[in-house]
């Protein structure tokens, strides 16, 4: 028996229902029937990730370092991407056992803490455990959404989009397309076309085979989830017994989206291919052609490829599917460009219009002869995405050729896509008198020339091309199966209530086997179902929604006004919000995309509601700001894209907190963020006067934070140590306090501004402060200091950098106790000031001055056992004291002029590096121990 794929239903909710109408495929194996449920989306977060397996070429990436080996037990954290070689795979495991296996010559990386993951290319397989929240995997292309699954992804970004859930379900979103999206069954796959325009339907795969045959199983150990996958491989060996699923003959390999149609007298042929899958990770060797007979065939060449490049010699790369025996079936009138429906009516002899390029008015016998290399026309295969080709390789861009002489030049593009809908029955032939339409030439699509004509003899023979032309043809657009769509009565009603619809269903996914989109535009409805209600999509423009029990939006909330009370919102997918919304007592939660687009004002009115963010919320203010006026935790994105974002109610944030290029995010109340949190963007996060931010473990900053007070004060308090990654800045302006309990550790970011006096600094005599090799603190605002007074107990560590630049004064202060172990650089360049007072102890390290910059104690100071390359100057009235081997290449002045200005040696000193030591008026050296000047003047 032969068939080809019909595609299934996007949206059905009957899991044990099964059509034998639809059709089920398998990844490396034969096709079968079947029709699969929905379920819900909730999300979560992620943390880091330890590399529990390594096979071969795996790379650690990190931002801010050179690639390196990675090896089992490494920790693999937010900004790590992870890359694997040829024929090279890797397991991580992350700590709430959510697994990931990546496949060979794949990038990878995660957002720590939002459980957002990227594939950059390649394939991988998540294991996501129940009850541990969602994980949203993210190409440029799509978005797939899961929660206690087990799926694998697929992506080559010039070619296809590969995904398949094992067990459990997943939704996958397009990023240019908002509100469009599949949900995807255990058992069920689904490609796309990255370049494309909407998304196929999925078609069901066979879970025994694809067990058996995939590397990312085979290669390692044993998946948690394998009693649940086992589940569902048994609840289709029961579905295929009862006869509700009917196998066909299309073959999907595993490296590539090759299609292909299997006689069955060729089933060895199948075998041999995944056999040698398996053993070449996804690379199968070329399958022979077959020999011509009276049957048509299309010889083992011919496959399915998104892109690939026809070369004079045919290499077989990663999974192609390629079999004799194609089984042509009677199409629907095709156009340049039609638009196919999910289930077009096949009839026996079927009017074909401008596909190949064929010669006027030929008959088709049943029995042509077909030699072993003719070039094949998209038609004959289907598959939900990939274009079919004369004679490709399977690979995202592989080269191919047919036997024939065949041209390098000509590319295949991805635009002749066939898509899914066309249904095909199991076993069609070519009848004996199909009339092909003299007028149309088929321009658009694949022309064979010089010779392949199809006589009116019973037996025609379709001679080989020997250079064929391929020319792009136009892609048929996949249309969406809408869910339905239910609109409120309006009045004061229940959501149980069918009389409240029209039409009169009650709109839950599930019912009657649809989806629902709500529309609710005035009066006051009552979520009366206990158990929660789940739909697509909710269009609210108006009126009361009552949420006495949860609402789960799977696809996202379109909001132009209204009010949301007293209750749970679930959302996912993509959601716009352009109107204020009421709320009272209402809790949203959302892990999708959640766009705000308003000309400005409050985006709430009411109380007591909180907004949890596990995905991303993105602000678009046309004009002005945009208030947003709910208390928000934050463990997934914040985004300002234009205009100004404030947060006016505070929260707490273990996510990212973003700000575009001229945009601002403004945290206009009080926040804590912890572990894992981050600041990113080229504009500006401003913490505004009168507010408290906490902070605790390793906050990422990429962008530029600013303390924007002016009037009342902005603290930064530590609540325990803190490391500053990312290289971004935080600024300091006039009434800002940086204090608390523990270290702050600054990696690598750029601390400046200026502080109005010592009441309000950097440290305030309570944190210790550790300025690594990357670091810089800089005093860099004209005529006003940056007050720097680190506690007793811990002081100042500096490897990197302290400087004094643009006129600004660099002002350390020893008030609290605390020293200065100087390792790196303390300067002042051109016009700038470097002031040590208060009892300042520096030790060690090197000063440095440019131009007319100079480093000057200004009352009392101590300089131990470092290096003066630039000017130092003990002011009036000023008591320097001196410790160790002073190296000084540069010059030491006392500058005492009404008042003494001493320079005191404790202990022995000795002065070396052949530099100057100025004395004037009433300067004094004194001390209790023995000044040896090697060198100095």
Request: some cysteine; proline content about 9%; glycine content about 10%.
């Amino acid at each position: 028996m032969k068939s080809l794929l019909l595609p299934r239903p996007r949206h059905s909710h009957l899991r044990r229902t099964r059509l034998p109408s639809n059709c089920f495929l398998f990844f490396g194996g034969l096709l079968f029937l079947l029709l699969a449920p929905l379920s819900q989306l909730p999300a979560a977060q992620l943390k880091q990730a330890r590399v529990s397996q390594v096979v071969k070429d795996v790379k650690l990436l990190p931002a801010q370092a050179a690639p390196r080996a990675a090896a089992v037990s490494d920790e693999v954290r937010d900004k790590t991407a992870v890359r694997t070689g040829v024929e090279s795979r890797a397991e991580l495991t992350f700590t709430d056992q959510t697994l990931a296996r990546l496949g060979a010559n794949t990038i990878f990386s995660f957002n720590d803490g939002t459980r957002n993951l990227e594939l950059g290319g390649g394939a991988m397989l998540l294991r996501v455990p129940k009850n541990s929240g969602g994980a949203q995997i993210n190409t440029a292309a799509v978005t797939a959404a899961i929660t206690g699954t087990t799926v694998m992804l697929e992506y080559h970004p010039d070619a296809y989009i590969k995904f398949i859930v094992l067990e459990g379900t997943g939704r996958v979103f397009r990023k240019d397309h908002v509100g469009e999206s599949v949900l995807v069954h255990a058992g069920q796959m689904l490609i796309v076309n990255p370049k494309g325009k909407d998304l196929p339907d999925p078609v069901d795969v066979d879970l025994k085979r694809l067990m058996k045959s995939s590397l990312l199983i085979t290669d390692f150990a044993p998946i948690a989830s394998l009693d649940l996958i086992r589940h569902e491989i048994e609840t289709q060996a029961t579905e295929k017994n009862k006869g509700g699923l009917v196998d066909t003959n299309l073959v999907i390999f595993g490296g590539g989206t090759v299609v292909s149609l299997l006689d069955a007298t060729h089933s060895d042929i199948l075998d041999q291919a995944n056999a040698t899958e398996s053993q070449r990770s996804g690379s199968p060797t070329p399958l022979l052609s077959a020999t011509p007979s009276t049957t048509p065939r299309i010889t083992p060449t011919p496959t399915i490829t998104p892109r690939p490049t026809i070369t004079p010699r045919p290499t077989v790369t990663p999974s192609p599917a390629v079999t004799p025996t194609p089984t042509l079936t009677p199409r629907p009138t095709a156009t340049p460009t039609p638009t196919i429906t999910p289930r077009p009516t096949v009839t026996p002899t079927p009017t074909v219009t401008p596909s190949p390029t064929v010669t006027p008015s030929p008959t088709v016998t049943p029995s042509p002869t077909v030699t072993p290399s003719p070039t094949v026309t998209p038609s004959p295969t289907v598959t939900p995405s990939p274009t079919v080709t004369p004679s490709p390789t399977v690979t995202p861009s592989p080269t191919v050729t047919p036997s024939p002489t065949v041209t390098p030049s000509p590319t295949v593009t991805p635009s002749p896509t066939v898509t899914p809908s066309p249904t095909v029955t199991p076993s069609p032939t070519v009848t004996p008198t199909p009339t092909v339409t003299p007028t149309p030439t088929a321009t658009p699509t694949p022309t064979v020339t010089p010779t392949p004509t199809v006589t009116p003899t019973p037996t025609p023979t379709i001679t080989p091309t020997p250079t064929p032309t391929i020319t792009p043809s136009p892609t048929p657009s996949p249309t969406a199966t809408p869910a339905t769509a239910a609109t409120y009565n309006g009045g004061t009603g229940n959501w149980s209530d069918p009389g409240s619809w029209t039409p009169g269903t009650v709109p839950n996914n599930g019912n009657n086997g649809t989806d629902y989109d709500v529309f609710f535009a005035t009066g006051i409805l009552t979520q009366d179902i206990v158990a929660g209600v789940t739909i697509n999509q909710l269009f609210m423009s108006g009126g009361t929604l009552i949420l006495a029990n949860p609402l789960t939006l799977e696809v996202g909330l379109q909001f132009s006004g209204g009010a949301i009370t007293s209750g749970i919102l679930n959302i996912a997918g993509s959601s716009t919000q352009s109107a204020q919304m009421v709320v009272n007592g209402t809790t949203i939660n959302n892990s999708g995309s959640y766009n705000t687009t308003f000309t400005g004002g409050s985006l709430f009115s009411g109380g007591g509601s909180v907004f949890n963010n596990s995905g991303t919320l993105t602000a678009h203010a046309d004009l002005g700001t945009i208030s947003f006026n709910m208390l928000l935790n934050n463990s997934g994105t914040v985004s300002a894209e234009t205009g100004t974002l404030s947060l006016v109610s505070g929260g707490t944030s273990s996510g990212v907190f973003s700000a575009s290029s001229g945009a601002v995010l403004e945290l206009g109340s009080n926040f804590s963020f912890t572990d894992g949190a981050g600041f990113a963007g080229a504009g500006t996060i401003v913490i505004d006067n009168n507010t408290t931010t906490s902070v605790a473990g390793t906050i990422s900053n990429s962008g530029n934070i600013l303390l924007n007070s002016t009037v009342n004060v902005a603290d930064l308090v530590l609540t325990a140590d803190i490391t500053l990654t990312g290289g971004g800045t935080l600024t300091l302006v006039g009434f800002d306090r940086v204090y608390g309990s523990g270290i702050l550790t600054n990696v690598d970011n750029t601390i400046q501004g200026f502080t109005n006096n010592t009441s309000y600094s950097l440290g305030l005599d309570q944190i210790g402060i550790i300025n690594q090799a990357a670091g810089v603190i800089d005093a860099n605002v004209s005529g006003l200091a940056l007050f720097v007074n680190p506690d007793a107990a811990d002081g100042l560590v500096n490897e990197g950098v302290m400087r004094a630049s643009n006129g600004g004064i660099l002002y350390l202060d020893g008030s609290g106790g605390g020293g200065f172990a100087n390792n790196g650089t303390i300067t002042a360049l051109d016009g700038s000031q470097v002031q040590l007072a208060n009892g300042a102890v520096i030790t060690g390290g090197v000063f440095t001055t440019e131009g007319t910059g100079v480093i000057e104690n200004i009352n009392t100071a101590t300089l131990s056992s470092l290096t003066n390359a630039g000017t130092f100057i003990g002011n009036d009235n000023s008591f320097t004291t001196l410790v160790g081997t002073i190296t000084n290449t540069g010059s030491i002045s006392l500058n005492s002029a009404s008042n003494v200005a001493d320079l005191i040696l404790s202990g022995d000193v000795t002065l070396t590096g052949g530099g100057t030591l100025n004395l004037v008026n009433f300067d004094r050296v004194y001390g209790n121990g023995i000044l040896t000047n090697v060198d100095n003047t």
